[in-house]
């Protein structure tokens, strides 16, 4: 029986495992035994990425989303998104991947690990990593497969269709400012758990309260052998260069944050800039005699900002009052030699997972229970209640046809403006866009429906 994976993850895995263009496609698969949405280990993932997806397939032949990791075929910048083949919808899902922390550049993205709980709502069900970008996943992730590449299983993932609250559709778009917020909002608010304020009628919704499963940790910022200016409303960091040459070097000029572990939580970074300028980063929990951080080990990939490095990062998990020291060093520019970095704002998050997990149990009453799919539709059945849309992580485009119960009808939509992108150049355009100015949700009276979506 032949198998499919969905890819979100770059252009390389798309052409591996995806459904392929449209205009080459083979004709319409038909299962012919119902679609098993858990993993049955029967193959040994051969030393590639084409093996890892491959196996994939063997084991689970459901509908999910796949993602890579630390790849540099994602290096190109391209969105695999088997169901978003317009330029416009893979811009959308792309503004829409940043403000969930992954690395984005001129309408394109590129995953970076991503949280569970992102990770959950989208229906990304597994990872895979090459091993050139270490990922440290939230404990519940378990490695499924280790053979040259580790394929990791999100046990948490969602169907790519599910019933949320209602409300979600009072939201227009999530921000990119702080990545905790917007997926604490997004998450919040699907589960029915933000409070709004205001109507349109005066003036414009806001949001009031959220529920709060990222929390802050205070951090304090101390600098070694460098000094701060005024960039803006940001912040430019420069190394003291005088006084480290009369130091002969034995103090690096570096910034140094420090940290204390609320709990045992995963603690997640986020620097927020507008100007990247590449910087080294490590962390250390041991101290000498004298109360100084010493043996500092690379943190992530060892670099952050610039060469896809700006992404949201997890930290590690600790002891509750653990101190920890995070050091960002300074990079030399290859053209100039220039030493500088320009931070808006240090966030530090700790994720309640015990709490996501408390509320995502909502989501799973009422998932879409996929029954036929191929590349050109997939259908299924979802059950709805009062005050409830359904939610896909499926891009929204017009051209494609939503069917419930058999009779076409149009998915949630509204205008908005955004910037669309060519190479360099923005341009700011108004679009159709559907929830969250991105994804397709469809409105649905209370009970059972059989609801299909067809790909033009």
């Known amino acids: 029986m032949k198998k499919q994976v969905l890819s979100i993850c770059c252009i390389v895995a ?3 495992i995806g459904c392929g263009e449209l205009e080459n496609s083979e004709p319409p698969y038909i299962p012919e035994q119902p679609i098993i949405t858990e993993p049955t280990q029967t193959a040994e993932p051969p030393l590639s990425i084409d093996g890892a997806l491959e196996y994939l397939r063997e084991i689970d032949g459901g509908l999910y989303w796949v993602e890579s990791c630390g790849l540099y ?31 984005f550049n001129s309408g394109n993205y590129s995953y970076s690990g991503g949280s569970p709980l992102s990770d959950s709502l989208l229906g990304i069900k597994y990872m895979v990593d090459d091993g ?14 280790e053979n040259g590449y580790k394929i990791y299983q999100n046990p948490d993932a969602l169907s790519i269709g599910y019933m949320v609250s209602s409300d979600i559709q009072k939201i227009v778009s999530l921000g990119n400012d702080n990545t905790f917020n917007s997926q604490n909002v997004f998450m919040s608010t699907v589960t029915g758990n933000t409070v709004f304020g205001g109507s349109i009628e005066e003036g414009g919704i806001t949001i009031d309260s959220f529920r709060e499963y990222y929390t802050r940790i205070p951090e304090t910022v101390n600098l070694r052998e460098c000094y701060e200016e005024c960039y803006g409303d940001q912040i430019i960091y420069k190394p003291n260069v005088d006084r480290f040459n009369q130091n002969a ?13 609320k709990n045992s939580d995963m603690i997640y970074m986020y620097l ?16 000498n005699a004298y109360g100084e951080f010493i043996n500092h080990q690379p943190l992530g990939g060892g670099f952050y900002f610039e060469n896809g490095d700006y992404h949201s990062l997890r930290v590690g998990e600790f002891p509750a009052g653990t ?12 053209k100039t030699g220039e030493q500088y970095t320009i931070i808006k704002e240090f966030f530090f998050y700790q994720f309640d997972y015990a709490m996501f997990k408390s509320d995502f149990e909502k989501l799973k009453e009422n998932q879409w229970h996929i029954t036929d799919f191929n590349d050109r539709y997939i259908e299924g059945t979802i059950t709805a209640k009062d005050g409830q849309v359904m939610f896909t992580s499926i891009p929204f485009s017009e051209s494609h046809a939503v069917y419930v119960d058999g009779v076409k009808v149009k998915a949630f939509s509204r205008e908005i403006s955004r910037y669309s992108y060519d190479g360099d150049e923005s341009f700011l355009t108004k679009y159709l866009c559907g929830l969250l100015a991105t994804f397709i949700g469809i409105e649905l009276e209370p009970g059972e429906h059989t609801v299909r979506i067809e790909f033009k």
């Open 272 to 287: 927020k800039t507008l100007n990247e300028s590449q910087v080294k980063i490590s962390i250390s929990t041991e101290k």
């Open 73 to 103: 075929a994602a290096r190109n910048w391209g969105v695999a998104f088997p169901y978003a083949n317009g330029k416009t919808e893979k811009e959308h899902l792309a503004v829409f991947m940043e403000t969930q922390g992954h690395y």
């Open 132 to 145: 050139t970008y270490p990922l440290k996943l939230n404990t519940d992730y378990k490695i499924i497969a």
């Open 249 to 261: 070097g034995t103090l690096k000029p570096c910034i140094n944050v420090r940290i204390t572990a």
């Open 14 to 16: 798309f052409l591996l």
């Open 323 to 334: 101190e920890i020291e995070v050091r960002l060093g300074f990079v030399p520019k290859a």
